[in-house]
């Protein structure tokens, strides 16, 4: 069992004993269970998966830190801080689409290098909602 907390900027997203938590690295994926070796990570645009008992919740996340570490009561402690999260049900393909193509055509209008970096952001996490959207929508 791990105590797993993940937080947004705008919300805590998940603070509950869970038995598992996939997540996207800079490494690759990684699953953390229960007396995992302490370690801090760089989260990468992709899918994270919470799974408590026979149930998985799927998240669409975007760009973060992971650091695992033993707790005081015997469970290994999980805290993903995230830049955006969104529920697979709560993703909307549409929406997401929506927004790429407003970053895309910002891309396209500015040059400077700042505005550039912003809009790639923007690109990289619509992307990402449209791939997972797309998974679970089958």
Excluded: C, W
């Excluded at 209008?109 to 505005?115: N, T």
Aim: hydrophobic share 40%; aromatic share 2%; charged share 30%.
């Amino acid at each position: 069992m791990l105590k797993l907390k993940v937080v947004t900027p705008d919300a805590i997203i998940v603070d509950e004993i869970v038995d598992s938590i996939s997540l996207p690295t800079e490494s690759g994926m990684i699953t953390v269970l229960n007396k995992h070796v302490p370690l801090v990570a760089t989260i990468k645009s992709g899918e994270m998966t919470v799974r408590k008992g026979e149930a998985g919740i799927g998240y669409a996340v975007y760009k973060g830190l992971v650091n695992v570490r033993p707790h005081i009561k015997g469970l290994t402690e999980v805290v993903v801080l995230l830049e955006s999260s969104e529920k697979v049900d709560q993703l909307d393909e549409e929406i997401a689409q929506a927004a790429l193509t407003r970053a895309e055509e910002m891309q396209n209008e500015k040059e400077e290098e700042l505005e550039f970096g912003a809009t790639e952001s923007i690109i990289e996490r619509e992307l990402n909602r449209i791939k997972i959207a797309r998974k679970y929508k089958r």
